[in-house]
């Protein structure tokens, strides 16, 4: 698995992630640094990346946005998100441009 992704100790998949927000469209672009990059066409006001991210992993991920966590960065573009350990986090990279 990428250095992006790992399971942590409850045994859920913990995701290290770059976030481009106001993007065009909301793709993931690949790795960055070690991360997973992700653009996002929501802004950085009032949360709006943070929850359009969540949203966009859940869809990706097939999962409740319920289940996915933002563990670190809430005002950051480095982010880390956990997620439950039936996720597939190469279902991530399957559109990825």
């Known amino acids: ?3 992006w992704a790992r399971r942590g100790d409850d045994g859920r998949w913990i995701f290290s992630l770059y976030i481009t927000p106001g993007a065009g469209q909301n ?3 690949g790795e960055r640094d070690g991360r997973l990059h992700i653009k996002l066409a929501a802004r950085a006001a009032d949360n709006q990346a943070n929850a359009a991210l969540l949203k ?3 869809a990706q991920l097939a999962v409740a946005k ?3 966590e933002l563990l670190k960065g809430d005002t950051s573009r480095q982010k880390l ?3 439950p350990g039936e996720a597939a986090p190469e279902r991530l990279l399957e559109n990825a441009s």
Do not use: D, E, H, K
Request: cysteine-free.
């Open 56 to 58: 966009f992993l859940a």
């Open 27 to 29: 793709l993931v672009a």
């Open 81 to 83: 998100v956990a997620a």
């Open 66 to 68: 319920t289940r996915l």
């Open 1 to 3: 698995m990428s250095s």
